[in-house]
């Protein structure tokens, strides 16, 4: 019986035996509330606590997760090790300069045209880093993108991807990209943790990075319950969710699942290749089962094993090594004629966003064929 006609039916014998339950149903409702939690959206009436909270009883995972760069995804100026690093980067295009400087532990967006120059202060640094990094400031108000950013592999600014790479017609025009509110919502939604609350954006509230809490959803009442030896945890646990709901509305809240991809400018082409629970949804034979779910190959507690005979094992629980293998119920889908180790090097390979300076893993798992143009 589904739980919706569970309910139904429970409260029509509520309502039939003259009881009414109302203290039950408003645990009820909490739970549902819980268990309705997603990535990026918000728990009405619950608090924050911090993952520092969350360490003392739940250290080991604490610790390693320090070490997954989703902690690190977002840094406000003072403490972002690139630009402590970087104390002056320059980049030119055409007759503007760009340029940033720290001073103190503060770092300065300059935008010049040989005439005239923009300055604003950073106010926070998106990225760890690993491909690039952009940067978030404020101009008369209004937030924006900067216009270049730091690419690891260059070790120096060029355009951030996706912006013109045109001269500009103004200064302003020149600084980067003005966000909407809800525009600049959405990047610190997904980058840091606690940054929205009714509805607004409240920097002053924002954990950096993806915090325990930011896929979790907020601690307050699960720490009151379990120091009140309650049985209801009042936690979001993602392990009870299916392997789709977790890779496109989990993961996906942040990675852009299938459904997103779908309503996003501008998402066909390459502009889609890091959208990996979108890719792999179209990956003939890969939905639908644990074995092949993000945390089926990556655990969210951990940095990411890299190398790809990590990932060997995860493509052996659902095919056969070889073709004289003998299928079972579980172990059902055909074996490689190629090759028995390495799987991922060829059927996931790491593709080069143009302008991206980085390579990003292709999870739309296929078989490659030479000159074929990679599908979207
Ligand atoms: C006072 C100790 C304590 C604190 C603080 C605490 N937890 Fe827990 N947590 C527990 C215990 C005990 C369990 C139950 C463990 C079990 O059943 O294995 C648990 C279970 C969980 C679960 C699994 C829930 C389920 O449905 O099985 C999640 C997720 C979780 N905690 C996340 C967090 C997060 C995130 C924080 C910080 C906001 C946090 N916890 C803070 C003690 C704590
Ligand atoms: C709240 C948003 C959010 C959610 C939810 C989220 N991620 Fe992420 N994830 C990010 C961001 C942002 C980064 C980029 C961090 C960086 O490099 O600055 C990232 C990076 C990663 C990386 C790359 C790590 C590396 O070393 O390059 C992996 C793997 C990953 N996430 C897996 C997952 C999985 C699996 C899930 C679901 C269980 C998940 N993420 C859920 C925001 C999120
Ligand atoms: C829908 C969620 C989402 C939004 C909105 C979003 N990001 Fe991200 N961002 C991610 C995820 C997830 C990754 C990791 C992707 C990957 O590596 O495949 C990422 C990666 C990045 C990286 C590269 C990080 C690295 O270590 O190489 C930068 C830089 C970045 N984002 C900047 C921004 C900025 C600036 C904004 C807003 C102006 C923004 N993002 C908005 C989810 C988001
Ligand atoms: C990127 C998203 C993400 C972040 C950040 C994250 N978790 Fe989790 N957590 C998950 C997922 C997904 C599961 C379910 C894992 C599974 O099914 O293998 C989980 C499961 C758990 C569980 C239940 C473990 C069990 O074995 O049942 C606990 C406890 C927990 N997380 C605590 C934490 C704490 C504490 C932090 C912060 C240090 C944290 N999580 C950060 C995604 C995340
Ligand atoms: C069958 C295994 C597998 C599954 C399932 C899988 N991934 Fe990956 N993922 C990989 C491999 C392999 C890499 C590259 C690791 C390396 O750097 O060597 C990777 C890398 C990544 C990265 C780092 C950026 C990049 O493009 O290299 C992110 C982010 C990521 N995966 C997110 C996800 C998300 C979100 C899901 C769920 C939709 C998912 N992955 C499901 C195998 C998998
Ligand atoms: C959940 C089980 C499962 C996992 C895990 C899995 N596969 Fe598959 N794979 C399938 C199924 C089912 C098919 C479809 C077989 C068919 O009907 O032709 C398939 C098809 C394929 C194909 C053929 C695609 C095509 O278009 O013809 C390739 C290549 C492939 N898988 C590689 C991999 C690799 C590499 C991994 C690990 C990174 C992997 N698979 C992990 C179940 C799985
Ligand atoms: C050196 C590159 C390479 C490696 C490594 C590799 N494959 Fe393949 N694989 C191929 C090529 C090429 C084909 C297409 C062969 C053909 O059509 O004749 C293929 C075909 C397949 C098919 C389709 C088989 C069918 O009957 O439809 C599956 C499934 C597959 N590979 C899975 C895997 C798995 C799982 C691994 C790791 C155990 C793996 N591959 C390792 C190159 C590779």
Known sequence: MSTRLKTLLLGFVALAFGFWSLPSDRAQAQRDAFSKWRPTHELADVNYVGSAACAQCHAPLTAKRLANPMSRALAPVD??????????????????????????????????????????????????????????????????????????????????????????????????????????????????????????????????????????????KHVAAIKAGNKNLQ?????????????QEFCGACHVGFEKALLMPKQGGMNNLRYQPYRIFNSRGHSGDARISCVACHDPHDKLAEGAAFYDSKCLACHLATR???????????????????????????????????????????????GEPIPN
């Open 79 to 220: 403490s972002c090790e690139i630009l402590k690093t970087h104390p002056k980067l320059n980049f030119r295009n055409g007759p503007y300069n760009y340029q940033i400087s720290r001073e103190g532990n503060r770092s300065i967006y300059t935008t010049s045209n040989g005439q005239s120059s923009i300055s604003e202060p950073i106010l926070y640094c998106f990225g760890q880093g690993k491909a690039g990094q952009t940067y978030v400031f404020q101009h008369r108000g209004v937030f924006y993108e900067s216009r270049v950013s730091y690419y690891q592999e260059t070790e120096a600014l060029d355009f951030t991807i996706l912006h013109s790479h045109s001269v500009p017609e103004s200064l302003e025009e020149g600084l980067g990209r003005p966000m909407t509110m809800e525009g600049a919502q959405g990047c610190f939604a997904c980058h840091s943790t606690a940054a929205v609350k009714a509805g607004q954006l409240q920097v002053d509230h924002l954990m950096p990075g993806v915090a325990c809490e930011g896929c979790h959803g907020p601690g307050e």
């Open 324 to 370: 004289n293998e003998v299928k079972t119920e579980l172990r059902s889908a055909p074996a490689c004629p190629v090759s028995k180790q390495q799987c991922t090097t060829c059927h996931m390979p790491k593709i080069e966003l143009p302008g991206g300076h980085a390579k990003f893993t292709d999870h739309w798992i296929r078989i490659v064929k030479p």
């Open 235 to 247: 936690i979001f646990n993602p392990a009870k969710l299916d392997a789709d709901e977790l890779s």
